[in-house]
Antibody
Framework: QVQLQESGPGQVKPSQTLSLTCTVS??????????WSWIRQHPGKGLEWIAF???????YYNPSLKSRLSTSVDTSKNHFSLRLTSVTAADTAVYYC???????????????WGQGTLVTVSS | QSALTQPASVSGSPGQSITISCAGT?????????VSWYQQHPGKAPKLMIY???NRPSGVSTRFSGSKSGNTASLTISGLQAEDEADYYC??????????FGGGTRLTVL
């Protein structure tokens, strides 16, 4: 059974860069049947899709974050990463990584999730 | 992209049935059978409950069912149990090749 685990700093200063990594265990990140995703949840609020990443490097980004967002995949370490630049307090959230099966060329649900990691943007 | 519209809260007594709605547009919920539902207990990660409008993943109770009519999807929980008390989120693929969630519904089991 695949497991995902987020890691990274719990606090980032305003205007700096938020960097997180999701390590996948119990399965290969190079599995052609899945995209990998980042999703966040502002405190006490709903979920917000951030990005999809494929092992080959193909990506889909939330248009509202695209200008500040970059992602990468390291198949040798079986992990993928998120970088969000120029952060503000509005980026304070629990960040989840998740797996999304590809069904008919579309990924439309998230079947496995990490436990989430709280990132606070504060000086 | 606008979030899908869910009621902020619903409640029901043990044994009863409740339905949570998820309203979108013809560009998301209404345009595709790509609606999924997630259960989230406090402090925990979301859990997939329904995908493809009405499909249940292995291990999810048959008390959970999904449907769609026009631009609105619904999650129905029958035979309510105390353990069902949680937040529920819908999600949909959109015509803009993005993915959007609903604002979430807090289910209270009375």
């Amino acid at each position: 059974q695949v497991q995902l685990q987020e890691s990274g700093p719990g606090q980032v200063k305003p205007s700096q860069t938020l960097s997180l990594t999701c390590t996948v265990s119990g399965g290969s990140i190079s599995n052609v049947g899945y995209y990998w995703s980042w999703i966040r949840q502002h405190p006490g609020k709903g979920l917000e899709w951030i990005a999809f990443i494929y092992y080959s490097g193909s990506t889909y980004y939330n248009p509202s974050l695209k200008s500040r967002l970059s992602t990468s995949v390291d198949t040798s370490k079986n992990h993928f990463s998120l970088r969000l630049t120029s952060v503000t307090a509005a980026d304070t959230a629990v960040y989840y990584c998740a797996r999304a099966p590809i069904v008919g060329a579309i990924m439309y649900y998230f079947d496995s999730w990490g436990q989430g990691t709280l990132v606070t943007v504060s000086s | 992209q606008s979030a899908l519209t869910q009621p902020a809260s619903v409640s029901g007594s043990p044994g009863q049935s409740i339905t949570i709605s998820c309203a979108g547009t013809s560009s998301d919920v209404g345009g595709y059978n790509y609606v999924s539902w997630y259960q989230q207990h406090p402090g925990k990660a979301p859990k997939l409950m329904i995908y493809g409008v009405s499909n249940r993943p292995s291990g999810v109770s048959t008390r959970f069912s999904g449907s769609k009519s026009g631009n609105t999807a619904s999650l129905t929980i029958s035979g309510l149990q105390a353990e069902d008390e949680a937040d529920y989120y819908c999600s949909s693929y959109t015509a803009s090749i993005t993915w959007v969630f609903g604002g979430g519904t807090r289910l209270t089991v009375l």
